[in-house]
């Protein structure tokens, strides 16, 4: 059996773009990418296993239904996790009209809420935002990710991390601005939410 070559899902345009057209090879490796996730965070609202299964199968059906509508701009990520946020607000506001405990009924209430709320859009946005920086992190070559983690993680200065790493601070410089150029290119969609 040949084994198939995996395509970078990163590219957000290509991605929708195979998935408008059809191509259920790409399709299936995003699934395959994104199913655990769905369920995970199903799971923290519906508090069932399986009945999260079944809500990131019918996210991804959905998802495969509605394809043709795909805008290419769109951020598929986020849209995938919308999908499962609304099933699960049905099967959460079904269950608060057949259960009868108070307390239940309040923590279902309570999920109801979260899932309905203002903060529940910015956290599916941000899980886009953590890959793209973590892609960044990854595209970047050694010695500039060293400079720049020096630099943004630990709070060296230019001159510290020039002594500690054995360059000029034009260097390091150089180094961050490269890793600042990069970082503001792929998160330009993302630049006016802050």
């Given amino acids: 059996m040949r084994k198939q070559k995996l395509v970078d899902l990163g590219d957000k345009r290509f991605l929708i773009e195979a998935i408008r057209s059809g191509d259920e090879r790409i399709f299936e490796q995003f699934l395959k990418a994104e199913y655990n996730n769905i369920v995970f965070f199903s799971n923290q609202f519906v508090k069932d296993i399986m009945l999260s299964n ?4 019918e996210t991804f059906i959905s998802l ?3 394809r043709l509508t795909l805008n290419v701009d769109l951020n598929l990520r986020a849209y995938t996790f919308t999908i499962a946020r609304n099933k699960s607000l049905n099967v959460l506001r079904e269950r608060y009209h057949t259960v009868s405990n108070q307390k239940d009924r309040r923590e279902i209430k309570a999920f109801i809420d979260t899932l309905s709320s203002e903060y529940a859009d910015a956290s599916i946005n941000s899980l886009d935002i953590e890959r793209i920086i973590k ?7 050694e010695t500039i990710r060293e400079s720049f983690v020096m630099s943004r993680e630990s709070g060296l200065t230019y001159n510290e991390i020039a002594q500690r790493k054995g360059l000029s601070v034009k260097a390091i ?3 961050i601005n490269v890793a600042l150029k990069l970082f503001k290119k792929k998160l330009k969609d993302y630049l006016g939410l802050f």
């Fill in 64 to 66: 495969w239904n509605s």
């Fill in 54 to 57: 079944d809500i990131a199968q």
């Fill in 173 to 175: 410089e150089y180094h």
């Fill in 135 to 141: 892609d960044v992190y990854e595209q970047l070559p």
